[in-house]
């Protein structure tokens, strides 16, 4: 039956006994509570007592007086704008500030007893907010109205003027710069010539060859252009000179032109003719007069070794020009003309020894 209708009640009695124990005062302490299975672990409670001695209780210390706030407002507003930012600083604390004192130290009271109360550090006094430079504010810019038609095209005429004026300038300091350098050649030529007459030979090569075979003498025709260019200016030195009609024979060879081989001459040559008679003959005259009048407006002296009287008009329009005419030959092939019309006439037989050439 006790197994179908539940467990049987236990006696009231028994129960009641055991309560009053339970509340009963003892001086031994109350065991604790056995321990629940929970993972959790819970503090026992402490046993009701009816000791009427009061138990002490532990005080809870006293927070520490938050500083008060500051405003950061005022104060950014008093500061000058040359003053260096202050350092960053905790809003709650005041950490950073050097006027801000310093809190005060927390010290904890006895087990068993009051607590010392701290001590609040004096509040400083608010910091009477000056009033803010205002910053200097520019005036707002106008926007540049717009340019009619007539003010744009006035306005590039002016820069177009102003730069007409500038390149004008700069031609004339060019024009001027160019002017007198030509004035300084021009005049460099003139002091030369008056320093040093500028001289041109011109050489009948078989007239004066010739006549030096006749009488068996060899000219030095190196030594005769240095007797020409004694303070002279040498412009140029000619000689025309037949040669062979035979292609393969060399200049060394020939009998005109090998006496001008080495010296500082441009030779002109010319093929020998041949006559039905035997005899050989290269006429040079139309070459030397047409040389002789292309150079006489760069020339102050013309020496010409030639004794030919067919040069007798060249000689006279030459010093028509104001230029000295020269003549070189041997007496005995000397045009009597030639010598009339010339400004100096220099017999070559009667300066050898400037002429020869030597062994």
Not at 208 to 234: C, H, K, Q, W
Request: charged fraction near 30%.
């Amino acid at each position: 039956m006790v197994r179908f209708f539940g467990k049987p009640r236990r006696d009231a009695t028994a129960t009641g006994a055991k309560r009053a124990q339970k509340t009963a005062p003892s001086s031994a302490p109350a065991k604790p509570a056995p321990q629940p299975r929970e993972p959790v672990k819970l503090e026992a409670l402490p046993a009701v007592s009816d000791d009427p001695t009061p138990v002490p209780r532990r005080r809870r210390t006293t927070r520490p007086a938050r500083p008060p706030r500051r405003d950061w407002a005022a104060e950014a507003a008093a500061t000058p704008v040359e003053a260096p930012a202050p350092p960053p600083a905790s809003l709650a604390t005041g950490e950073g500030d050097e006027n801000a004192p310093a809190p005060a130290k927390r010290r904890r009271g006895t087990r068993g007893g009051r607590g010392r109360k701290r001590t609040t550090a004096a509040q400083p006094e608010p910091a009477v907010a000056e009033p803010a430079p205002q910053p200097a504010t520019r005036a707002p810019r106008r926007k540049a109205e717009p340019l009619t038609l007539e003010a744009a095209v006035a306005q590039q005429a002016a820069a177009l003027e102003t730069f007409t004026r500038e390149v004008t300038g700069t031609l004339r300091t060019l024009q001027g710069a160019v002017s007198e350098l030509q004035h300084q050649l021009a005049r460099r030529p003139a002091a030369e010539s008056a320093s040093r007459p500028r001289v041109g030979l011109f050489v009948d090569v078989p007239n004066v060859i010739y006549a030096a075979e006749r009488r068996n003498i060899t000219l030095d025709f190196g030594r005769v252009l240095e007797y020409f260019t004694r303070d002279r200016e040498l412009v140029r030195a000619t000689a025309y000179a037949p040669i062979s009609d035979d292609p393969a024979a060399k200049l060394e060879s020939q009998r005109f032109a090998h006496h001008f081989l080495g010296h500082p001459y441009r030779l002109v040559t010319k093929p020998l003719k041949r006559f039905a008679d035997g005899s050989m003959k290269a006429n040079f005259d139309i070459e030397l007069a047409v040389d002789i009048l292309t150079m006489s407006d760069r020339l102050d002296v013309v020496v010409l070794m030639s004794g030919d009287g067919d040069f007798r008009r060249v000689v006279d329009l030459v010093a028509s020009r104001g230029v000295r005419v020269e003549v070189v030959a041997f007496s005995e092939t000397a045009s009597s003309e030639l010598k009339t019309v010339a400004d100096l006439y220099i017999d070559i037989g009667a300066h050898l020894d400037a002429f020869r050439a030597q062994k």
